[in-house]
């Protein structure tokens, strides 16, 4: 078993200290910021950089990922809860606890029962798609804070558009001028200085000259009071129908973090030279999300941004993690009355500055150009998750995906095998159509399990590569690159030496790996057909040495 904090010295723990506190500077406005998208007050954002943070970082076998609420998971809770409560309400944040939890127990069943393969089914354009949808609607309430127009964020994409629409002759110069200032910052100082916490610099300044300038008066929105105080023990007392009514969200969330969360763990330990284990780290992060859901906070995921931002700060462990969360903990004592005057344009601008990478925009370029097909999956599953909602957006993108998987399978390279003069060779190149591999002899190689998807389709090629060979007396089913054989491939395989057999012709195996042809004996696809190591000894037996020469 890893032991926590693997990697961490007395050479490095100054380095790593220090990327803590550039930590916290990143994830304080951040989780402030997500948890208005969330519509949670602001201690739950920051009840999550707490005690899940430290939970996390002494279970996990990533020393780099960062866990935390992300913009993807706050949208999913908003547009999750929001149809069972009011955002803001007692039950709408008892929800978000309870979600929390159910996330939680969905992780360590995941890792128990080694399911982290779940999450390969969302491939790379359903990701980018559906955190793209995500990104475009947090985008919209952003925006609307920017300008000072007041909206529902808790409603559809398109009442955000025609509300923000609506009200902008009720915008505030003074927001506008607050938030075009942040943006200069952030994206000029971003440039300049990468290391600089410039979010933390624009939250300071603006908030300085709200208080000095008296903006509230002018109309100028700001956070408000923020409750002070440690997290405390809690779990959220709901009936059974409300907690079945948040798995569906649940699902989804524990989805999305596994599918990224895994990728980028596995990424940065290549890419620094150390090991993770995935089952792990998914216990991580239920051990994460269930402390979240009785502290106060909701739900965890991984940071990207902020792990890349670790990363390039040189920390190499989890130590700024715990870092952070001491910080955070003092602010949560000490200095909670320091936030109250936050002007929410400013928070608008950091959060709205923070996901626009996540539209995905470059992404879709690349997809545009590399594969047509995957560039409609991951545009309509963006536009499914935009104006369908989150929980439909990822039930389409399985959906896509499993359509993907079956368009792909149902076409596998079926190849006629070539003889060739080179006796150490296995026959490996296709052989023009229209001909035999050997005088009387077909070696035919399926590259891909024999399933539903494809089995009809594989009988077919068979069938074309005989009528196209009327010399052809025997078959020789290459087995080398078939891995499993369904029950549905089976029967139409059956059918198959029975159209074979009426034809005359014979049906051997040849490289078959041992898993294979038990599983085929068990369907009874392997009677007395004849078994060879190699395709060439096939070719010696059934058209004799000649063949092989």
Known sequence: MQRPFAGLTWRNAATETIAGVTLLAIAVPLNIGYAQIAGLPPTAGLYALVVPAIVYALLVTSRQLVASPDAAAAALVASSIGGLAVAGSEDYLTMAFAQ??????????????????????LSKPILIGFVGGLALDI???QFAKMLGVKIDSGGEFIDKVIGLITGLPTLNGWSVLIAAAAVVILVVGRKVARAVPWALI????STVV???TDLEQQGVAVLGVVEAGPPTLTWPMLDWATWLALVPSAIALTMVTMAEGLLVARSYGEKRGYTTRPNRDLFAFGAANIAAGTTGGFSVGSSTSRTAAMDQAGSRTQLPSVVAAVGTLLLLLFGTALLEHIPSPAIGAIVGIAILPLLGTRDFIQLWKQDRFEFVVGAVCFLA???????????????????????RASSPAIDVLAANDSPDSSLLDPAPAGTATAPGVIVIRLAAPLFFANGSVFSDAVKRAVTATPDAHHIVLDLEAV???????????????????????????????????????????????????????????????????
């Open 483 to 549: 891995t499993d054989v369904d029950v549905t491939g089976a029967e139409a395989f059956e059918s198959l030496k029975t159209w074979l057999a009426a034809n005359s012709v014979e049906l051997a195996y040849s490289r078959p790996r041992q898993q294979i042809l038990e599983r085929m004996k068990t369907l009874g696809l392997v009677r007395d057909e004849a078994i060879y190591p190699t395709n060439r000894a096939a070719l010696v037996a059934l058209s004799g040495p000649a063949a092989s020469e």
């Open 210 to 212: 709200v208080v000095i």
């Open 139 to 141: 985008l919209a309430s």
């Open 385 to 407: 998750t935009l104006f369908i909602g989150a929980i439909p957006g990822i039930v389409i993108a399985f959906v896509l995906a499993l359509i993907n998987l079956a368009k």
């Open 100 to 121: 929390a939890i159910i996330c939680g127990v969905m992780f360590i069943l995941a890792s128990i029962f080694k399911l982290g393969f779940l999450a390969n089914f």
């Open 202 to 205: 624009v939250l300071i300044v």
